[in-house]
């Protein structure tokens, strides 16, 4: 359990106890909500439960702190338990309670930071989805790394979490991407064709075409007249989505599963979704066409989800996925990476999300804002080896995958990044990446150099751990599993490089004020137990973040 669910519990039974004694009034009291001082000097944790009970007990709320501060009874785990104006209660954790945190961090090891919140719950998390019509460009990096890492701190928060890659194997873009891939296939072969409107002209179709005609010489020609040959589509997409495959295995991404959207049609899954919205009365016919009638939910406009030529649009395959997610999948929560190319479709899917009965409150959408190349200051627009778009995969290359997803993470989504692919590559602390690397193989570094001279810290005695940079130290590692919990709740990743961040320099702080291996054997053995505990939590904050956890730089 949190150390801040044990103190709220103090709290709660403490004002309970007021209560009784007569100091405060039989009043309804509220949850207890612990939350972090603004100032260290405030202490650890701080409960502003006084101010909201100051209007309903009809007295200050620093009258009120006293009263319920006065029936806490800290044990051993709290140094000091304080009042603070306006109206706060304020904890210091014992140095006593902290030493002993490092022996139960290193024997939760690699699982440190874990929490019970989501009790097993079954949580899908789709990102990316990019349609297979070309490799993934540079902003699919960030809802990768969006993506990814929320699902490995859901993970970590308890619940059942599992990544999903839509593949947009319907449609008219393949069926565009098709006809481009022929065109080209054709061209190789002396036919004066061009690529169709709206089509992909990127060299990679060309490259494609190549591999076509290697595999299998003229036998996807067909007559000038007839169009591109139906094993065209799948052979491309086919061939596509092995290399976006190959992209992701380069940023250390990887999927649970790969869902066809072809698969809605042939199962039968579009026309159950269609049935439902029939059925409670959210369709309607009109001009050839069938809508979904959004505007009886209060939206400004009804959407076309079967068009006058039969095909179904964007929005009636995208329902009919999410009746798939929450009906015959059972997931019991669903969250969903979007780049901001699809912000104008939020309204229609939680509209459609709500006919079909899905509680709101399961279908989290992340938007995340475009990024932007910058090298030396200038902005990066097209690829130097292409004069094409730029390709996450030209991105990883050059910084590599540690930084790119570090990069990726470090902003909030909703904000618009810009990317420094000079700084990525830096090896000096103006590089948090390396940084954050350096601390971890800083901390590898001291443990080999222990066991390199035979030092042993199995029986260290973490009482000895009380210089202020050691607490201090303590103090920040405690504060991942609180860290985890929280993104678990928010969807908000970006928290966790700056947390890394934040536990380097506390430890390379702790590592320029205290000498761990020293003549002072017993104070060494403590202090080893403390590095191996940093070495545990840096470890599993990089891990949260896909980023590797190097033993020497």
Not at 162 to 169: K, P, T
């Amino acid at each position: 359990m949190l150390i801040k669910y044990e103190i709220a519990r103090l709290v709660a039974e403490a004002a309970a106890r007021a209560q009784e004694a007569g100091d405060l009034p039989a009043i309804a009291l509220p949850d207890v909500t612990v939350e972090h001082p603004a100032h260290e000097e405030h202490g650890d944790y701080a409960v502003s439960l006084p101010l909201k009970l100051a209007r309903a007990a009809r007295n200050s709320p620093i009258a009120i702190a006293e009263a319920i501060a006065k029936h806490i009874s800290p044990g051993d785990t709290l140094a000091e338990v304080s009042v603070a104006a306006p109206g706060f209660i304020n904890f210091r954790l014992s140095d006593g309670w902290l030493a002993r945190q490092v022996e139960e961090l290193l024997l939760q090891g690699p699982r440190f930071g874990d929490v019970l919140l989501g009790k097993g719950q079954r949580v899908q998390v789709e990102f990316v989805s990019a349609n297979p019509v070309g490799p993934l460009h540079v902003g699919a990096g960030r809802g990768l790394a969006i993506g990814d890492t929320l699902a490995g701190v859901l993970a970590a928060a308890g619940y059942e979490a599992e990544r999903e890659y839509l593949i947009n194997d319907a449609g008219t873009q393949t069926e565009t991407f098709a006809a481009t891939l022929y065109a080209r296939y054709q061209q190789l072969f002396g036919r004066e064709v061009e690529i169709p409107e709206g089509g992909y002209p990127g060299h990679y179709m060309v490259d494609l075409a190549e591999e076509l005609r290697a595999e299998h010489g003229e036998a996807l020609l067909a007559s000038p007249e007839g169009g591109w040959p139906p094993e065209m589509h799948d052979l491309g997409v086919q061939k596509m989505l092995s290399v976006i495959r190959d992209d992701l295995a380069a940023i250390n991404v990887h999927y649970d599963v790969w869902f066809s959207e072809k698969s809605l049609y042939s199962s039968g899954t579009f026309e159950r979704m269609m049935g439902v919205l029939r059925d409670k009365g959210y369709l309607a016919e009109r001009e050839g066409a069938v809508w979904f009638a959004a505007s009886q939910l209060g939206q400004e406009k009804d959407h076309v989800l079967i068009r006058s030529n039969g095909k179904p649009t964007y929005l009636a395959s995208d329902l009919a996925y999410h009746y798939d997610k929450f009906f015959l999948r059972s997931f019991q929560r669903v969250v969903e990476v979007w780049g901001a190319d699809h912000q104008g479709h939020v309204a229609a899917i939680r509209g459609g999300a709500s006919a079909l009965g899905i509680d709101p409150e399961a279908l989290d959408i992340i938007i995340h804002q475009l990024v932007t190349l910058t090298r030396g200051g200038d902005i990066v627009r097209l690829s130097k080896r292409t004069g094409e778009i730029i390709t996450l995969r030209e991105v990883v290359d050059e910084v590599g995958p540690d930084a790119c997803r570090y990069f990726f993470l470090a902003r909030a989504a909703d904000s618009h990044m810009d990317f420094d692919l000079e700084l990525a590559q830096r090896q000096s602390v103006e590089n948090p990446v390396y940084y954050v690397q350096y601390a971890h193989a800083r901390v590898a570094g001291i443990l080999m150099f222990a066991a390199e001279r035979g030092v042993d810290y199995a029986d260290g005695d973490v009482s000895l751990l009380i210089h202020p940079a050691e607490t201090a130290l303590i103090r920040k590692m405690l504060l991942l599993p609180e860290l985890v919990e929280g993104i678990a709740r928010t969807l908000e990743p970006h928290h966790l490089p700056h947390y890394a961040v934040e536990l380097a320099t506390v430890f390379h702080d702790f590592y320029e004020k205290c000498r761990v291996v020293s003549d002072d054997e017993p104070l060494t053995k403590a202090r080893l137990k403390l590095v191996a505990a940093c070495k545990t939590a840096l470890a599993r904050t990089l891990a949260l973040m896909g980023v590797s956890a190097p033993e020497r730089m």
